[in-house]
């Protein structure tokens, strides 16, 4: 885990209206690029962190931000998630 890119949370929006949706995020990777639109949704195993979508022509969401390994996704979950528990 060590070559991980260091990732920040830049803006963390609660909401608090009862539904699976508590908050949208936005994170700074390695300190020079934004990525927004990441959600933390609480699901059926508990809180987990949705990437950000759009909608494709075909009508079905499709994301448009990826980790690639599984390292990196792990550490996305923990550092966004980290930041809703703490806010």
Not at 15 to 34: M, P, R
Not at 37 to 64: A, C, Q, Y
Request: proline share 2%.
């Amino acid at each position: 885990m060590e070559n991980l890119v260091k990732i920040e949370v830049d803006r963390l929006y609660r909401f608090d209206n009862g539904g699976q949706l508590k908050a949208f995020a936005d994170i700074v990777l390695a300190g020079q690029f934004s990525v927004r639109g990441f959600r933390v949704v609480d699901g059926k195993k508990g809180l987990f962190v949705s990437m950000p979508s759009e909608i494709g022509k075909d009508g079905n969401w499709h994301d448009t931000f990826k980790p690639v390994t599984n390292e990196a996704k792990a550490e996305l979950n923990r550092v966004v998630l980290e930041a809703y528990k703490q806010e």
